[in-house]
C-alpha cells in the first residue's frame, strides 16, 4: 500500500503531465528521494544562471567558484536520484517482473547449450580422431627415424664427396629419386590437416623447393627440422581449448548463489546461474521483513571497528563489491551508485559548511545569517536526503542487480552461442574428416612405412634402382585414388547405396588393398612388396588399388564419424611401428 496518493488532490491536467512517481509516494525513502530530487533540480538551476553572471565573477569569485562546485557536486547526484526514481515506477516494476521471467529462461538456455557442448565433446573424445592424430603422429616420427638413418648410411657408404662426373651423375640421380619419394610421403601426410584442401599440412615451402637443396644431408636435415616442428594435436589442442571454455561457461552459471541477492555486480562480473536468487532479488525487499525473508539489517554495508585500512576488491577480477576501512569504521561499497552517494554525502557535508561561512567572510550586514541559512539550508537538506537514501541502499539497488545480470547474461549467452556454433562447425568438419584419415591418409602412410623399411635395408648402391620402382607405383597409385576434391565428390554414390547394396564398402578400399600387400610381403623383400602392389594395383587382376576399383571411393557415411574397422590400417601401424 502506497504511503501518500496525490492523484486524489490534483488536477486531472496535473495529473497528466507529473509522473507517477512523484504523485505515488510508496514509503519514507521514495518520499525522501523526491524531495531530494526536487531540491537537487532547483539548485541546479539556480546555480547554473549563477555562473553565467560575468559580473558576479568579478566582484565574488569565492562565491563564483562556490557555485561552479556546488553546480559539479548537484549534477551526478541529482542525475542518480533521476535513475533511482524509475525503479519506484509501477511500470518499471512490472518491467522488472518480466526481465526476472526472462532471465530464467535464458538461464535455462544457457544451461542446455553448456549440456550440448560438454556432450560434443564428450562424444569427440570417444571418437576415432584421436586415433587418427596418434597415427599420424607415429608416422611423422618413424618417417624421422628413416631419413636419420638413411642419411647415416649414407654418409658411411659415400664419406667423401663425389670426384668425378660419373659419381656426380650417380648422386645427382639419386637425390633426384629420393625428392621424389619424399614428395610422394608428404603428400599423404599434408592431408593430416583440419582443412586438407585450403590449407594441407605443407612441409615444401613452395613448388620445387627441394631441388635447391644440391645434398642429401641439406635436404633430409631441412626436412626433419621442419616436421619435428609441424604441431600435430589436430584434435587434441581444439578438445584442449573447448573443454576450458566449457569449464568457464560452467563457473560463470554456478558464480552466484541464493545468498549472494544483494550483492551488485560491476559491469563485466559473472553472471548467476541461480532463478532461486533471481526470484528473491526481483521481490521488493521493503515486503521481506513481512514475509520472513531474512534479509541484511539497515547500513548492514557500514560497520565501526576491526576493519583494517585500505582498498580491496572483495571479489578477484571485480571492481565492485569493494571494501574501504579506515581503521575505526569500514565500508562495503556494493555498486558504483553506492560510491557516488558515499562521496556525495561528504561533499554535500563539506559544502553545506563552506556555504554557511562565505556569507559571514563577504558581508556584515544584518542580512548575513539571513543568507548563510539560505545558501546552506537547501545543500543540508539534500544531502540528508542522500543520507536517507544510501541508508536503504540494499533495497534500492537490488532492482539495478537484476537489470545488469540480464544484461550480462545476455551478453554471456551471445558469446557462449558464437563458442557453440565454432565447437559445432570443427566438430562436424573432424567428424567428416576422420572417414578420410581412415580411409585414405592413413592406409598410405602405412603403405609407405613398409616401403621406407625395406629400403632402409637396401644397400646404398642398390637404392637407385628400389626408388624408381618404389616411385612408379606411388605414381600410379596417386593417380588411381584422385585428389582429394575428387574422392569428396564421389562420395554422394557411395552414401546413397544402403548396407544391404554395398553402401560405405567403397571407402575401405584403399585400407583392404594396402593390407593386403603388407601382409603378403612381411617377410619378403622389396622385390615381392613390388610384385604384390603390382597386383593390387593391376585392373587385370581386379586390385583393390587399380583405377577401376578406386573410381566408387567415398568418405563414406554421410557425415557420421567412422570406427576403425578390426584389422584395419588404423591397427596395423603399432604393429609394425617396432620394425623401424
Not at 560438454?118 to 584421436?130: H, I, K, P, Q, T
Not at 606411388?474 to 546413397?496: D, F, K, M, P, Y
Request: charged content about 25%.
Amino acid at each position: 500500500m502506497a504511503l501518500l496518493n496525490l492523484d486524489a488532490f490534483l488536477p486531472a491536467v496535473l495529473i497528466f503531465w507529473i509522473p507517477s512517481t512523484f504523485r505515488t509516494i510508496q514509503d519514507g525513502t521514495h518520499l525522501m528521494l523526491v524531495i531530494g530530487l526536487v531540491i537537487g533540480m532547483i539548485l541546479i538551476v539556480i546555480n547554473f544562471s549563477s555562473i553565467l553572471s560575468i559580473s558576479k565573477m568579478a566582484m565574488h569569485p569565492i562565491e563564483y567558484m562556490e557555485d561552479v562546485v556546488d553546480l559539479i557536486f548537484l549534477v551526478p547526484t541529482t542525475l542518480l536520484l533521476m535513475q533511482m526514481m524509475g525503479y519506484y515506477d509501477d511500470r518499471m516494476q512490472t518491467r522488472l517482473k518480466e526481465v526476472g521471467e526472462q532471465k530464467g529462461k535464458l538461464s535455462e538456455a544457457y544451461a542446455d547449450m553448456i549440456v550440448q557442448m560438454d556432450g560434443m565433446l564428450g562424444r569427440a573424445a570417444d571418437s576415432s580422431a584421436g586415433l587418427a592424430e596418434k597415427n599420424f603422429t607415429g608416422h611423422r616420427r618413424d618417417f624421422i627415424v628413416f631419413l636419420e638413418r638413411l642419411l647415416k648410411r649414407y654418409k658411411q657408404q659415400f664419406p667423401n664427396p663425389p670426384m668425378n662426373d660419373g659419381e656426380r651423375q650417380w648422386h645427382e640421380r639419386f637425390l633426384k629419386e629420393f625428392r621424389s619419394m619424399v614428395r610422394h610421403w608428404l603428400k599423404a601426410f599434408e592431408e593430416a590437416s583440419i582443412n586438407p584442401e585450403e590449407f594441407p599440412l605443407t612441409i615444401e615451402s613452395f613448388p620445387n623447393e627441394f631441388e635447391m637443396f644440391r645434398t642429401l644431408e641439406t635436404l633430409i636435415e631441412t626436412v626433419v627440422e621442419r616436421l619435428k616442428a609441424t604441431d600435430m594435436k589436430i584434435v587434441s589442442g581444439r578438445a584442449s581449448k573447448d573443454e576450458e571454455e566449457v569449464n568457464k561457461c560452467k563457473a560463470a552459471a554456478e558464480g552466484h548463489g541464493a545468498s549472494d541477492v544483494l550483492a551488485i555486480p560491476s559491469q563485466n562480473s559473472g553472471m548467476s546461474g541461480q532463478s532461486d536468487a533471481l526470484q528473491v532479488g526481483l521481490t521488493n525487499l521493503r515486503e521481506m521483513s513481512s514475509q520472513g525473508v531474512d534479509t541484511p539489517g539497515r547500513c548492514a554495508w557500514c560497520k565501526c571497528g576491526g576493519a583494517g585500512c585500505g582498498l580491496s576488491s572483495m571479489e578477484r577480477g571485480e571492481r565492485f563489491p569493494m571494501s574501504v576501512g579506515c581503521l575505526v569504521c569500514g565500508m562495503e561499497i556494493m555498486c558504483r551508485e553506492h560510491l557516488i552517494m558515499v562521496a556525495g554525502i561528504a561533499l554535500g557535508l563539506g559544502l553545506t559548511f563552506f556555504n554557511v561561512i562565505i556569507p559571514f567572510v563577504d558581508g556584515s550586514d544584518a542580512t548575513t545569517g539571513r543568507n548563510a541559512l539560505t545558501e546552506g539550508a537547501p545543500l543540508l537538506i539534500y544531502t540528508a536526503c542522500l543520507l536517507v537514501l544510501v541508508s536503504n541502499i540494499e533495497s534500492i539497488v537490488a532492482v539495478l542487480r537484476l537489470e545488469r545480470e540480464v544484461a550480462h547474461m545476455k551478453e554471456e549467452q551471445t558469446r557462449v552461442d558464437v563458442v557453440q556454433t565454432e565447437m559445432h562447425n570443427f566438430w562436424d568438419n573432424v567428424q567428416e574428416l576422420t572417414d578420410i584419415w581412415l580411409f585414405r591418409t592413413i592406409p598410405r602412410l602405412d603403405l609407405y612405412k613398409e616401403m621406407n623399411i625395406h629400403l632402409g635395408d637396401t644397400e646404398p648402391t642398390k637404392m637407385i634402382a628400389a626408388m624408381e620402382d618404389m616411385n612408379k607405383h606411388l605414381a600410379v597409385l596417386e593417380a588411381n585414388i584422385g585428389t582429394l576434391q575428387q574422392w569428396r565428390g564421389n562420395a554422394q554414390l557411395e552414401a546413397s547405396k544402403g548396407a544391404s547394396q554395398g553402401g560405405g564398402d567403397g571407402m575401405r578400399k584403399i585400407g583392404d588393398g594396402v593390407r593386403n600387400v603388407i601382409r603378403s610381403s612381411h617377410t619378403g623383400s622389396m622385390e615381392e612388396l613390388m610384385k604384390h602392389l603390382d597386383k593390387e594395383l593391376s585392373d587385370h587382376h581386379k586390385g583393390l588399388l587399380s583405377k577401376a576399383q578406386q573410381g566408387a571411393l567415398t568418405q563414406g557415411s554421410g557425415g557420421k564419424s567412422a570406427t576403425a574397422p578390426p584389422g584395419s590400417s588404423v591397427e596395423m601401424a603399432s604393429a609394425t611401428a617396432v620394425r623401424y
